[in-house]
């Protein structure tokens, strides 16, 4: 079983940054895909991005896509999210969630395709 844990979340100015992280104890991630969504109140869940084993393959929503990067530390066993420029609709809490894989050259966009998860960390944007 894989747990995965996110942390850094908080509170942020508009246009300002903050970094999440992924890990889970016990388990590697490495042989995971890592999936970030977010979801606001009122709203369905959002996919953010999401980055395949070795870190090569990493694919970003149109509405984060050239201010949020996603990297991974296979020796950390950690996944980040770093999120820059941010604005007011990205409030939300945000899931890290993982699936396990043996290919190195798929990543996924759908939130069924991913079998653990989170509990969350809960990002503010507001000035």
């Known amino acids: 079983q894989v747990h995965p844990v996110e942390s850094g979340g908080g509170l942020v100015q508009p246009g300002g940054s903050l970094k999440l992280s992924c890990t889970t104890s016990?388990?590697?991630?490495?042989?995971?895909?890592i999936g970030w969504f977010r979801q606001a109140p009122g709203k369905e869940r959002e996919w953010v991005s999401c980055?395949?084993?070795?870190?090569?393959?990493?694919y970003y929503g149109d509405s984060v896509k050239g201010r949020f990067t996603v990297s991974r530390d296979n020796a950390k066993n950690t996944v980040y999210l770093e999120m820059n420029n941010m604005k007011a609709e990205d409030a939300a809490v945000y899931y890290c969630?993982?699936?396990?894989?043996?290919?190195?050259?798929?990543?996924?966009?759908?939130?069924?395709?991913?079998?653990?998860w989170g509990q969350g960390t809960r990002v503010t944007v507001s000035s």
């Open positions: 969630a993982a699936k396990y894989t043996q290919s190195g050259i798929v990543c996924y966009g759908k939130a069924a395709e991913y079998d653990y």
């Open positions: 016990g388990v590697r991630l490495d042989s995971h895909v």
């Open positions: 980055i395949g084993t070795t870190g090569v393959f990493l």
